[in-house]
């Protein structure tokens, strides 16, 4: 089973967990749980997030 959720946008409501500026980017945990980071962010967690089978994504 593959179901892809539609997840809503990202919005200028929606802040990076880590420092608070506006979120560009979303990453979904392979646990259901998501984290939202800014383009700084990011490029930051990128790699820690693919050992991880993050699935991160961009609006
Ligand atoms: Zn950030």
Redesign the pocket.
Known sequence: MSATLTRPKLTAADR??????AAQARAVLRTGGELL??G??AREYKSKLQEQEADLQHD
Do not use: E, P
């Open positions: 990076c967990d880590r420092c608070g500026a980071f800014c700084h962010h």
